[in-house]
């Protein structure tokens, strides 16, 4: 194609490649001067490949544009009610990484409920060597899993879930009848009878604190935190503190507000497991999300139905 199109954020190596097989492409995050490199082909730029922010300023500068295909399933990152008003489409990639993302979550919490950090730590100090016993760990099993947000992933995180014997139960903003889960329709209540709350509902300013001190509280010195969400759903002043008091029983973080620095407090915590945003960052799932990336494009300068739509 010779369409041309604006590439925002570095992205993966096999994505690049396929957009400079299909499209001119023009690297806004390489060029030095940004401002330049905008002014000389904005009036040409027909879609954005993004892996990141993209605001109503960018928008206006391209006056051609028709899509923007948002590399990830959360698309908070993007003025969606700026691109709707501008009958600008975005897309982004669900589904292909729903798989990868379930599974750090069930991860997450057998590392939490396990030890596992500090087990490893535990055999590589020499401490096992020296006779010296390690303390007992938690079962999943019997235990109750409260689920924020029952969407393909958190229904991938359910179905794991009951096969590690745990009881599934749900919150989110409509209750779904074809789900063999019990529902809560309101997110305190769930808290107070789960063992852990899961959390990987959208981001946004809709679900932004969601997850407040009172949840939290309500989750208890027993409970636990996993967050596979974004780190905007969850107080984390809130968190971090009933953590250290003992008023919360753990939390597994794959995400924070201020990606990547992380509450230094929570560094010295034996009751958290920290990752560094990758739950979709296996090979597969990556590349495949950089091929849904293209495959939008392509099918938007085709005239052909977009594969994963957001507006």
């Known amino acids: 194609m010779s369409v041309e199109i604006l590439q925002t954020h570095k992205l993966l190596d096999s994505c690049q490649a396929a957009l400079a097989k299909n499209f001119t ?21 027909r879609g954005i490949a993004a892996g990141g922010r993209i605001d109503a300023k960018l928008m206006d500068a391209l006056p051609k544009l028709e899509i923007i295909a948002s590399f990830g399933v959360g698309y908070d990152s993007i003025d969606i009610e700026a691109a709707r008003t501008r009958g600008i489409h975005v897309t982004n990639t669900p589904d292909v990484l729903n798989d990868a993302v ?4 069930i991860g997450l919490m057998l590392s939490l409920s396990r030890r596992i950090p500090q087990a490893d730590a535990f055999v590589r100090a020499g ?3 020296g006779r010296e016993r390690f303390p007992f760990s938690f079962e999943l099993t019997g235990r109750t899993l409260g689920i924020l947000g029952l ?7 359910a179905s794991r879930a009951q096969g590690l014997k745990m009881r ?21 209540d769930m808290a107070r009878d789960s063992d852990w709350l899961l959390v990987v509902t959208p981001g946004g300013k809709g679900t932004e604190g969601i997850v407040s001190r009172k949840v939290l509280e309500a989750l208890g010195p027993d409970g636990a935190l996993v967050n596979i969400a974004r780190g905007s759903v969850v107080d984390q002043a809130a ?8 008023k919360l029983g753990g939390a597994a973080l794959d995400v924070f507000i201020d990606e990547p620095n992380v509450p230094e407090e929570l560094f010295t915590l034996d009751n958290v497991v920290l990752s560094p945003h990758v739950a979709s960052a296996t090979q597969q799932t990556r590349d495949a999300m ?3 990336v293209v495959e939008n494009l392509i099918a938007q300068f085709k005239g052909e139905p977009l594969l994963s739509p957001v507006v």
């Open 25 to 45: 492409v023009h690297k806004l995050f390489e060029a030095e001067d940004r401002e330049a490199l905008l002014a000389s082909v904005a009036p040409r730029i």
């Open 102 to 105: 379930a599974e750090l979550g």
């Open 127 to 129: 401490r096992w060597a």
């Open 151 to 157: 969407g393909r992933i958190g229904k991938e995180v």
């Open 168 to 188: 599934v139960v749900y919150h989110g903003r409509h209750k779904q009848e074809k789900v063999p889960y019990v529902y809560y329709d309101k997110l305190e």
């Open 239 to 246: 968190l971090v503190d009933l953590l250290r008091t003992g």
């Open 290 to 292: 950089g091929a849904l």
